[in-house]
């Protein structure tokens, strides 16, 4: 209680006074939690060799030493994520452009990298307003690729990606990339960009582009997902709505109304599922004023409607009818319509009281955490364990390992998959979310950019989780290709990423994928 009463008088309290709600008892629990979470913050900051100043440069290198000095937290506006060496990106557009507009940054790209920049480095990225992730392809992204997958999922309304597409034939760092490589690469984008469009996550074709949304996102202080009509957006195709539809459930939506398995619906019958399903209080004028407005009513005038007919009768396909679902639910939000929340009223008021900081280190977690636990599946559907293999290690799994999980009374999922893809995700993600326990396997004989983007995004959403995460040993051939010295430099590093991420946030990480099944068969016992 002295610890306590000695907090109540310091400065950091003086928010309090403005956020009390109407129980004292309520407003004293609030208090000791945010007292705890402090308190444990200062904690570990005493355990990291280099603490931060907030009396910085505006513009701030990775090898600036005004960064590492002082006691309290820097604050730049703008982290500069994503690719680094040989791109220069940084240095020729992102850098000059912010300094013309008088936005702070944090360069992390310098020539010579050492640990010593591990901390600063975390520090700028936790503080800044926008996150500005550029993946280019004159570098294979392993790490970038990962960790613009888990901050979809930590940080997805400051989150500002580019992403510039891998083309045939092309080099990286002089070695030119195989087809299968270059197939391996783009799926590892094309999941990315999945995990993005689940997030509401616009994604950008230009540095140029994002840097006018970035100053856009600082100057009206809006969330990155209000930039969907900005130019040099790519259109988001597929989605989570507000109450956690994806595109399974939104198939079977779409399924239910064309009973003559046309293939398609009409506008109006769209509107009437989605009203059903997304809880929305519109009515079908509202739909239309969406529609009017949106991208997708100009491709079905392209695509051949006319447009003197009722716009109800106009016919989508699938695929429209996910793009018509995502305008509708982002449009309808942004002008103020009420939709239902899952979210309890306790929460919607801590968000609207709290501080800032509170709303990122209590809120925004327990609505991640709530988004990946709302189970759409019956219970009859559920299992133990999500066992993750792909590729040869089904052998193991079917030889190996599914005899001895039976033999615990354990069911589980097995996913059969040469590797994970866009086809595949939103079917094994709902079996992920249906399992008590999630095992992943990074194996020696794949690249493994997807398999490693999805268990940081997992990670991200608080996702029970065990990781198994295996090093390419040198000269290791993966899909018949014998990996360069570079190449296996290359995504071992996104493993280390992954396996110092996983870590950090208390994900138990194996090497050898019998002691991984071993401890995630003794968790899940633990759960029952």
Not at 117 to 142: C, G, H, M, P, S
Not at 365 to 385: A, V
Request: proline share 4%; glycine share 4%; net charge neutral.
């Amino acid at each position: 209680m002295l610890l306590f009463a000695s907090w109540l008088s310091c400065k950091e309290w003086q928010f309090a006074e403005e956020y009390l709600v109407d129980n004292f008892y309520t407003c004293i629990m609030l208090q000791e939690f945010y007292m705890f979470v402090v308190e444990l913050a200062h904690l570990c900051k005493k355990g990291t060799a280099v603490s931060m100043s907030t009396s910085h440069p505006l513009h701030c290198d990775g090898k600036d030493t005004n960064c590492k000095s002082g006691s309290k937290r820097m604050a730049y506006e703008v982290f500069l994520g994503g690719s680094c060496n040989p791109t220069t990106w940084r240095s020729e557009i992102a850098i000059p452009t912010l300094q013309s507009l008088g936005i702070t940054y944090y360069n992390p790209q310098v020539s010579q990298w050492g640990p010593e920049l591990i901390a600063q480095e975390y520090e700028a990225k936790q503080t800044a307003k926008v996150l500005l992730f550029v993946i280019d392809n004159q570098t294979r992204n392993t790490a970038g690729i990962i960790e613009a997958a888990q901050l979809a999922a930590t940080r997805r309304e400051s989150l500002i990606l580019v992403i510039y597409p891998y083309r045939q034939g092309q080099t990286i760092l002089g070695e030119t990339v195989s087809t299968q490589e270059y197939y391996d690469l783009m799926n590892g984008l094309l999941v990315l960009q999945y995990l993005m469009e689940r997030q509401r996550i616009p994604i950008f074709e230009s540095v140029s582009v994002a840097l006018n949304c970035t100053s856009k996102v600082l100057r009206e202080e809006i969330k990155v997902q209000d930039l969907h009509s900005e130019g040099g957006i790519r259109p988001i195709k597929i989605s989570t709505s507000q109450n956690g539809m994806d595109a399974v459930t939104l198939r079977e939506i779409f399924k239910s109304m064309d009973i003559n398995d046309t293939g398609s619906i009409s506008l109006e019958e769209a509107w009437i599922a989605l009203q059903t399903n997304v809880k929305c209080n519109v009515s079908i004028s509202d739909l239309l004023n969406v529609v009017n407005k949106s991208e997708t009513h100009r491709t079905l005038i392209d695509d051949g409607f006319p447009t003197r007919r009722d716009p109800r009768e106009l016919r989508i396909n699938f695929e429209q009818f996910c793009a018509l679902a995502a305008e509708s639910t982002w449009r309808l939000k942004s002008n103020g319509v009420s939709c239902e929340s899952e979210i309890p009223s306790v929460w919607s008021i801590l968000c609207r009281k709290a501080s800032k900081f509170l709303r990122r280190a209590i809120v925004q977690p327990f609505n991640r955490f709530l988004d990946w636990t709302n189970s759409l599946m019956p219970e009859s559907e559920k299992r133990d364990l999500y066992i993750g293999v792909i590729g040869k290690d089904q052998f193991w799994l079917e030889t190996s390992a599914a005899p001895s999980i039976e033999s615990m009374g354990l069911s589980f999922y097995r996913p059969s998959l040469y590797e994970y893809n866009v086809k595949v995700l939103p079917q094994e993600l709902q079996r992920m979310k249906n399992s008590r326990l999630i095992l992943l396997i990074v194996p020696q004989h794949s690249r493994g950019i997807t398999v490693m983007a999805l268990a940081a995004h997992l990670i991200g959403l608080h996702a029970k989780l065990v990781l198994c995460v295996q090093t390419l040993p040198e000269g290791c051939v993966v899909s018949g290709e014998k990996l360069t010295e570079q190449a296996t430099k290359d995504y071992n590093r996104g493993r280390m990423y992954l396996s110092d991420y996983a870590t950090r946030e208390g994900v138990p990480v194996f090497q050898n994928i019998a002691d991984a099944l071993q401890h995630a068969i003794q968790l899940v016992q633990s759960l029952r």
